[in-house]
C-alpha cells in the first residue's frame, strides 16, 4: 500500500519536495487490531509546527517516517471485540492506504448524526477548538462585538456561528471576496473584511466596530492582529489560537508594540491548545452535535481527491485555498 512520509524539513514555506510516496507492505493483523483502510484525511495547520525538529505540544514527525493527523478509516477486517468490519472509526493514523492499528487508538464514529467527514472537523478537533476557546476563553455576553481572524476556515466558521448563538455582533476577516461573501450569505457574519484588498486595516475594524472590539478570537497573528488589537476594547477577551501568519517565517517580525493598550484596557489574552480541554470534550461535542442537528450551525468543507494530493492540500492551507475544513478523500 501507498503511504507519504517526510522526505525533508522545510525552511520557510514548505514544498512538494519535503513529501515522499512509497509503496510497503502491510503489517500482519494482531488480536486486538483491525485492517483499516483511510477514507478522509485531515490536513491541518498544525502540521507545519511537526515538520520542524522542535520540542512542541505535538511531537516532531521523524524523518522518512510517515506524516500521521486524525484520520477516518473503515475497518476491513478485524480481530478485535470491540470493532467488525464495515465499521467507520476515528484515529490519530499515518498517511497510509490501508493499516493496522489496535482497537484502542480508535473511536467508532455514528455517521447517522452527520457525515464521516465531519467528524475531522465540526464534530472533531477544528469544531472543540472553536466552541472551548470562545465559551471558556472569551466568555461572550449578548450584545458584545466579536471579531475572528482566519474565519473562513475550519474553526472561524463554527467560532462565527457559536458568536451569533450567543447573541453577540460578529466581524469575520478573511483572505477573499468569495469567503467574505459566504460569511455573510452562508454563516450569519453582520460584517467581513477582506484583509487582502483593503488598505488601511486597523481603520477598516474602527469603522465596523465603533465601540471597540470586546472579542478577538485570533487564528492568524500577524499584522492583522495588530490592527484589531489597535481597536480593542476595555475589558476584551482575546483568544490566542493560531498563528498561521507566522508558521512559515524564518525571523521574528516585528510589530508595532500594542502592549500599553492591553495593559490601560485591562485586556486579557490568552493562548491555548485545545488538549487542555480533553476532559470536558463529551461536553463540547453534545452542544456541538445538537447545533449541527437544528442546523443552527452549518459547516463547510474543501475535499480534495485522491491520496496522492495529501501534501498539496496541506500546502494550500497556507494559500487559503481552503473555505472550511481542508479534507482528502482517498
Ligand atoms: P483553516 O481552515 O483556517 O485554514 C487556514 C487558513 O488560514 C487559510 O484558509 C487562510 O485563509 C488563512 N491563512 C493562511 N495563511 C495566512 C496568512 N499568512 N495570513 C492570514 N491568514 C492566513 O485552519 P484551521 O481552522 O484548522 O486552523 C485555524 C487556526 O487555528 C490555525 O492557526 C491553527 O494553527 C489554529 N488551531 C489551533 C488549535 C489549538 O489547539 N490552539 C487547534 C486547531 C487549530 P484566508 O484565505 O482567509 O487567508
Known sequence: AKQIVLASRPKGSPTLNNFRSETVDVAELKNGEVLLEGMYYSVDPYMRGRMNDAKSYSPPFDLDQPINGGVIAKVLESKSDILKAGDIVLG????????????????????????????????????????????????????????ISGAAGAVGVVVGQIAKIQGCRVIGIAGSDEKTKLLKTEFGFDETINYKTTKDMSKAIGMLCP??????????????????????????????????????????PMGPRLQPMLLTRSVLMQGFIIGNFKNEFPEGIKHLAQWVKDGKIKFTETIENGFDNLPKALLGLFKGENTGKMIVKA
Do not use: H
Request: with cysteine; net charge negative; hydrophobic share 40%.
Open 92 to 147: 490519530m493514523l499515518p498517511w497510509k492506504e490501508t493499516c493496522t492499528a489496535s482497537e484502542k487508538d480508535l473511536k467508532k464514529i455514528d455517521t447517522s448524526i452527520a457525515p464521516a467527514s465531519y467528524y475531522l472537523g465540526v464534530l472533531g478537533m477544528t469544531g472543540l477548538t472553536a466552541y472551548f476557546g470562545l465559551m471558556n476563553i472569551c466568555k461572550p455576553k449578548k450584545g458584545e462585538t466579536v471579531v
Open 211 to 252: 465601540n471597540g472590539v470586546d472579542i478577538y478570537f485570533d487564528n492568524v497573528g500577524g499584522e492583522i492582529s495588530d490592527a484589531v488589537i489597535a481597536n480593542i476594547n476595555f475589558n476584551a477577551r482575546i483568544a490566542l489560537c493560531g498563528q498561521i501568519a507566522l508558521y512559515n517565517s524564518t525571523d521574528t
